[in-house]
T-cell receptor, first 112, second 112 residues
């Protein structure tokens, strides 16, 4: 059974700082990793996906993947109060089932 | 606004009612999903449809009945639900299984 671990937080950062959200996973064979942002009472929104070792940047967001250490991170630069949300890390169960294994999510609070 | 449209946004029903949730996507995705999400928990997979055929049923009670009329539409028929079925019901779609999934805004369901 694949597992995904995230620190539930809350992670509190001041406005303008870099927020670093981390996720570890149990299956060394995992290939794809997704980050979702979920505001309170809303649905998850896909914000990043990464397949290769290294960094992938999209605006203020950077996803970092280290397959040797089995962790994936999401960095948010110049954090804004509007970034305050729960961030879910997910990866496919594999075998082309379509099932995603989710972490429990990390709550981020950006304080003005 | 998302490219996966769910209706209704809110639904209140009694335990003896029959209702349906609807989901539509026009991204040409061939995989569609139903999830249930309780507060402060990650989404929990219910059903996977791939190329309009049911490929996964996560041991969901028969009071939930999915239907995929065509490649763009996914329905969830509800009958004789219990109070513990109150939750946010999410539809998602992806290009194919194990690809990034895009969620609709969800239907918030309350069972009286």
């Amino acid at each position: 059974q694949k597992e995904v671990e995230q620190n539930s937080g809350p992670l509190s950062v001041p406005e303008g700082a870099i927020a670093s959200l981390n996720c570890t996973y149990s299956d060394r064979g995992s290939q794809s990793f997704f980050w979702y942002r979920q505001y309170s009472g809303k649905s998850p929104e896909l914000i990043m996906f990464i397949y290769s070792n290294g960094d992938k940047e999209d605006g203020r967001f950077t996803a970092q993947l280290n397959k040797a250490s089995q962790y994936v991170s999401l960095l948010i630069r110049d954090s804004q109060p509007s970034d305050s949300a729960t961030y879910l890390c997910a990866l496919p169960e594999g075998g082309n089932t379509g099932k995603l294994i989710f972490g429990q999510g990390t709550t981020l609070q950006v304080k003005p | 606004d998302t490219e996966v449209t769910q209706t209704p946004k809110h639904l209140v029903m009694g335990m003896t009612n029959k209702k349906s949730l609807k989901c539509e996507q026009h991204m040409g995705h061939r995989a569609m999903y139903w999830y249930k999400q309780k507060a402060k928990k990650p989404p929990e997979l219910m059903f996977v449809y791939s190329y309009e055929k049911l490929s996964i049923n996560e041991s969901v009670p028969s009071r939930f009945s999915p239907e995929c009329p065509n490649s763009s539409l996914l329905n969830l028929h509800l009958h004789a639900l219990q109070p513990e079925d109150s939750a946010l019901y999410l539809c998602a779609s992806s290009h194919d299984r194990d690809q990034p999934q895009h969620f609709g805004d969800g239907t918030r369901l309350s069972i009286l």
